[in-house]
């Protein structure tokens, strides 16, 4: 139960990634039109795709996971017999887990004080800190949550090549 909820929440942060693309392509076409048309960009653009780039990554990035879309360096790992494979996959989801766990707490807390003390970032438009880093830390969360159900995965096959051996 718990882990199709889970993989639905993966399904709407994909499809929000998905919007976060469209926006950035839309609001780079609506850019150059204006350069063109009006010879004068909206100073906007530029900035927001950059911000949006970083929600598209966070957002995009456990559900990638989930689908063993991420990329991967099999080569040495095709070499391996089929335990030592799972032996490594677990370790190095474990360290994924590590990371993320760790990643997650300290930008809870970067972004927790960038609200509190409502930080702003100059460019050519101003905007929160906030908002811009909360994305951070949940899709982190998320992250963590996708390596820690790699680690329990990699655990459970790793079992079951041993029966087998």
Known sequence: MLGRLFDRALVVAGALSCAV??????????????????????????????????????????????????????????????????????ITSVVGVVICGAFTWFSALLTWQAFQSHEIIWKSTIIAKGPLWAVMPIGSLLLTIQFGRRVWRYVQERRQIGEHV
């Open 21 to 90: 693309v469209l926006f950035i392509m839309l609001s780079i076409d609506y850019g150059v039109t204006w350069r063109f048309v009006f010879r004068r960009p909206p100073l906007w653009v530029f900035d927001f795709s950059e911000y949006a780039l970083v929600y598209l990554t966070f957002l995009a990035a456990a559900l990638v996971l989930s689908n063993e879309r991420h990329i991967k360096l099999d080569i040495l790992l095709n070499t391996l017999s089929k335990r030592a494979q799972s032996l490594l996959n677990i």
